[in-house]
């Protein structure tokens, strides 16, 4: 059933029980004092008037008997009911409708008798030893000229107030008892609509939390619950998002590795095979071990390359993934340029290259790290030195806008075919292979190049023809001062 297994019904039940018991019981309680309190006041002014008709009575006896008198209330009582005692204003009884005044203890000290004495009348509740049962006592004073000659009392039981106000308890507990049916079926049904929707989010989410990401939540309460399962079903497009974009960054990474693996096999492979060419040879033809030992250095030289710019990849993939390493500085792009341009300025000699800088000052400063910065310049320089023939051109300027600082490096060479562009930032992409491979390219060098110019915030674009030569563009956002 709903309220053994479910926490909420039950203190849903929980809270109408209890809000709709004390309000009915104070209700109750409250109306039952208010209606004993009236009832007693109708009583009290009922017997107060019969008092005062029975002095208008009894007003000749008074003067006479008790006997006559005696007769008179027992008449009274047997007519209505009422009991009549009358009283000395000393206390002593003269005369009352049960008819054993002669029995009676005198009654000065009856607090209705003393309030009677002293106020215009007086009244009593008590429990009558004689009827055995509570009464309510009302007595008044009977003036004369000397004073107060006799006291009236008259009594009714309280059989009927009392009834009353069992009624009034007796009803409470009863509306109290349909509160509680009531409250009951309310905080079921309630808590029946309420957890419907909720129950059947609760198996979705347990089906997506198992893994099964294409199951939606399809409610349309209009409450709550709608955000809720909109929410949930956001969670989990998150989650497929994340996954996929996981799973792309893995299968990269994947093939990064397999082809780091196969560029570092393949020096190797050709290391190993020329060394045990030269062992089986023994030195014999030194012609042949020169050349060899040749290729063994140039290959081992590769493969130091290779492994400078793989652990070159690594710190900055690290930087990236936490910039708090990374001590970035306010640097004139214009000197680092120069700075660049100077280091290599032998091996464009060495290619009878012009190499020119132009920078346009004033500039402001970028924010970078002085030897990351010089290394992207420096890959980028070196390949316009590699793929441009002899007695080529190439220009490395700078200039600044308002917002940007931007920097190229520009060739005449060899250029890049159009179907080649879009590869040429991929990690070992190398255009031509072959002719890669003889003036020593990895193919790392312009990956490192995009991941070093992301690092400062800037972008980098390139634009190029076949035989016309290439223009690379790198912009920095301004540091603003
Ligand atoms: N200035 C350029 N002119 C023509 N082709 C270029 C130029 N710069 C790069 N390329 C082409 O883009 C490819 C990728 O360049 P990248 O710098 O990544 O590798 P690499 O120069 O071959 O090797 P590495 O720089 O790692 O020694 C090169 O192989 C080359 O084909
Ligand atoms: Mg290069």
Same mark, same amino acid.
């Given at each position: ?13 929980? &809270? ?22 009236? &009832?007693?006041? #109708? ?82 509740? #008590? ?50 008892? !349909? &509160? ?26 347990? &089906? ?131 700075? %660049? ?56 300027? %700078? ?23 879009? !590869?040429? !930032? ?49 912009? !920095? ?5």
């Amino acid at each position: 059933m709903l309220f053994t297994r479910s926490k909420f019904a039950r203190r849903l039940l929980g &809270a109408f029980l209890l809000l709709s018991i004390t309000s009915l019981g104070v209700l109750g309680l409250l109306l039952s004092q208010y209606f004993h309190d009236a &009832a007693m006041a #109708r009583e009290q002014e009922n017997l107060m008037n019969n008092a005062h008709i029975i002095e208008l009575t009894l007003a000749e006896e008074l003067e006479a008997t008790p006997i006559e008198m005696q007769d008179t209330i027992e008449a009274i009582q047997a007519q209505t009911g009422l009991r009549v005692t009358v009283l000395c204003a000393d206390g002593q009884v003269i005369a009352d409708s049960e008819g054993s005044a002669g029995q009676m203890d005198n009654h000065l000290l009856r607090p209705e008798v003393q309030q009677a004495l002293h106020r215009s009348y007086g009244t009593s509740v #008590r429990y009558s030893d004689t009827l055995q049962e509570n009464m309510l006592y009302v007595a008044i004073p009977v003036h004369t000229a000397d004073g107060i000659s006799a006291i009236i009392r008259t009594a009714a039981p309280l059989t009927y107030v009392e009834a009353s106000y069992d009624h009034t308890l007796h009803a409470t507990l009863l509306a109290m008892f !349909f &509160a509680l049916l009531v409250s009951i079926l309310v905080a079921v049904l309630l808590a029946r609509r309420t957890l419907r929707p909720l129950s059947a989010m609760t198996k979705t989410a347990h &089906a997506i939390a198992a893994g099964d990401l294409k199951r939606r939540i399809h409610i349309h309460s209009g409450d709550e619950f709608d955000v809720l399962g909109s929410t949930i079903n956001h969670l989990a497009m998150n989650l497929i998002d994340k996954i996929e974009h996981e799973q792309v960054l893995n299968r990269r990474q994947q093939v990064f590795i397999d082809n780091a693996a196969h560029e570092l096999k393949t020096p190797l492979t050709s290391i190993s095979g020329f060394a045990e060419t030269l062992q089986e040879d023994d030195f014999q033809q030194p012609e042949m071990t020169r050349h060899f030992l040749r290729i063994i250095y140039d290959e081992s030289q590769r493969m130091t390359r290779l492994i400078n710019d793989l652990l070159s990849l690594a710190r900055v993939g690290h930087l990236r993934e936490d910039p708090r390493n990374l001590h970035r500085v306010p640097l004139d792009l214009g000197d680092v340029l120069q700075h %660049c341009a100077d280091s290599l300025r032998g091996k464009a000699n060495a290619r009878a290259q012009e190499l020119t800088v132009e920078v346009a000052r004033p500039l402001p400063p970028v924010s970078a790290t002085p030897d990351l910065m010089e290394q992207l310049f420096n890959n980028l320089i070196e390949n316009a030195i590699k793929y441009t023939p002899e007695h080529g051109h190439i220009t490395v300027s %700078c200039k600044s806008t308002s917002t940007k600082l931007i920097a190229c490096v520009r060739d005449d060479g060899i250029g890049i075919a159009s179907r080649d562009l879009p !590869f040429i !930032f991929d990690r070992f992409y190398r255009v031509d292979k072959d002719r890669s491979r003889q003036t020593g390219g990895t193919g790392l060098g312009l990956s490192l190049v995009k991941f070093l110019a992301e690092l400062f915030d800037g972008q980098i674009t390139v634009t190029s023809e076949k035989g016309k030569g290439t223009t690379f563009r790198v912009e !920095f956002p301004c540091q603003l001062k």
